[in-house]
């Protein structure tokens, strides 16, 4: 048994990324300043997206463009069920409803046909779910979306570093990005909007900062200007420079870091080989590049004689963490008695959602943790 417990995620934070933090501590500038403005810059470039927009949360960047796009009663939001429960919980606060897709049995992401099959006249904007450092079939979407006159937003949460046939997603469209620590690269918390309709970032840079008619850093003042003054109400969302410092070095380093987890997420796949009760994720059919952002496998119970939640408890009690990544958001309480939803509704979602773990995954593991993983797991298995 390993003697130091592994975390199924942690952030790959320098000494020199510390010192940068510290720097912008102080220099007397800590909130909404030119590290915020350079890592939006950065971001775009790294992309290839004509703009970006840094907030506090990829959480945050989903309300204001549900804000921006009129999302409201009466209106239909298309998603998986299988996703964070954020962009649902949003949906139903603004007062519109969720419909869920079901998604592909072995890559958990949905496909155009799936969509078409839940779309109505009702039906305001599509949400596809990169999932797990995938991406998602978008041209097809894409195609459906304009024919219909639907909106599209991309989660992107898990495709930092992504590249759907030779582009980066968030590259065309509008995407939203998540930089919460257990992420390919990280701000603490924070999130990134990316759109090629300037129209769009123009309003979204509004409503983050209190509807004000600028930015919350004015960058021609390098401060605020006097002459702002609200257009619309807008929210609080904006990131702090002490925030953006540290996304500015992650950034740089997230090809070295996306480089790590695929050496090691092949590692698994060599390993998970010779064990007959693990069922990885396959991989698309079309072109990807995978970012790794989670290593998925699904336990076949049956065979295993016990159910994931007893098997990730006893690779806990071994010193190894996983994740669930995700419970199928149908299914929760609030969702079943409240929005009358009921198991039945999406049978791969549902398939997945009682048997999928995350395995641990990031750069600073050593093949080594990776043998402890997969040793562990076949002595549970055998037991």
């Known amino acids: 048994m390993r003697s130091k417990f592994l975390p199924f995620s942690a952030p790959t934070i320098t000494e020199d990324d510390i010192a940068a933090v510290a720097e912008v501590l102080r220099s007397g500038w800590i909130t909404t300043g030119q590290k915020s403005a350079d890592f939006e810059k950065k971001f775009a470039e790294y992309i290839g997206c004509p703009a970006a927009v840094v907030l506090t949360s990829a959480t945050a960047g989903m309300h204001v463009a549900f804000n921006a796009l009129g999302i409201g009663p009466g209106d239909e939001v298309i998603t998986p069920s299988i996703t964070w429960v954020s962009t649902v919980n949003l949906a139903v606060l603004a007062g519109a409803r969720p419909v869920f897709v079901d998604v592909d049995r072995d890559t958990l992401m949905a496909s155009a046909s799936s969509i078409a099959a839940v779309m109505t006249p009702k039906t305001k904007v599509i949400i596809p779910v990169h999932f797990a450092g995938s991406a998602v079939d978008m041209d097809p ?9 639907v909106a599209v937003i991309e989660d992107a949460a898990h495709a930092a570093g992504t590249r759907y046939k030779g582009n980066h997603v968030g590259k065309t469209g509008t995407s939203i990005f998540s930089f919460h620590p257990i992420k390919n690269m990280t701000t603490g918390e924070g999130g990134m909007f990316c759109s090629d309709d300037a129209a769009l970032v123009e309003r979204i840079r509004r409503l983050k900062f209190h509807g004000l008619g600028v930015d919350a850093f004015d960058r021609q003042m390098q401060g605020r200007s006097p002459q702002a003054e609200v257009l619309e109400p807008g929210y609080k969302y904006n990131m702090t420079d002490i925030s953006a410092v540290l996304g500015l070095r992650q950034l740089a380093r997230l090809e070295e870091f996306n480089a790590k987890r695929t050496d090691l997420a092949m590692l698994y796949r060599r390993r998970l080989a010779e064990i007959d009760e693990l069922i990885p994720l396959t991989d698309a059919k079309y072109p990807v590049r995978h970012a790794w952002h989670l290593f ?12 994931r939640d007893d098997f990730m408890m006893e690779l806990k009690a071994r010193n190894i963490g996983t994740g669930l990544h995700f419970r199928a958001v149908h299914l929760q309480k609030y969702y079943l008695e409240k929005m009358g939803m009921r198991r039945g509704m999406l049978p791969n979602t549902e398939w997945n959602s ?9 750069p600073n593991m050593t093949g080594q943790d990776v043998d402890d993983v997969v040793d562990a797991i076949k002595e549970i298995l055998k037991k």
Do not use: Y
Not at 141 to 149: R, S, T, V
Not at 354 to 362: A, E, M, N, T
């Open 354 to 362: 009682d048997r999928i773990c995350s395995l641990p995954l990031f």
């Open 141 to 149: 979407i894409m195609e459906l979306a304009k024919k219909h006159g």
């Open 296 to 307: 998925i496998v699904r336990l076949d119970t049956d065979k295993a004689g016990m159910s």
